[in-house]
Nanobody
């Protein structure tokens, strides 16, 4: 069955870094675009970053440009989100998402808390 399993979240101080991973199984990972979303408490889910199926194209929400980097390893069926210079407003549950045409898969999310 299709699975997306996020890991790497946790508590970090402002200015710190975290690297999120999302391991995929049950579908042809290399043919799907991958996205990271986040949802802060009481707010709507927000698209943070997207990467094309081959990894050649990336897009970011303005608030994370220059701080976050999305990447993928199709040999390992894994997508990453490197988060640097973290701010308290980055606190949220982070979800990975696989999309291809009308197919859409979600992970269970991983909590990221940025606090001193």
């Amino acid at each position: 069955q299709v699975q997306l399993v996020e890991s790497g979240g946790g508590l970090v101080q402002p200015g710190g870094s975290l690297r999120l991973s999302c391991a995929a199984s049950g579908f042809t990972f290399s043919s799907y675009a991958m996205k990271w979303y986040r949802q802060a408490s009481g707010k709507e889910r927000e698209l943070v970053a997207r990467i094309g199926s081959s990894g050649g194209s990336t897009n970011y929400v303005d608030s994370v440009k220059g701080r976050f980097t999305i990447s993928r390893d199709n040999a390992k069926n894994t997508v990453y989100l490197q988060m640097n210079s973290l701010k308290p407003e980055d606190t949220a549950v982070y979800y990975c998402n696989a999309v291809k045409y009308n197919l859409n898969y979600w992970g269970q999310g991983t909590q990221v808390t940025v606090s001193s």
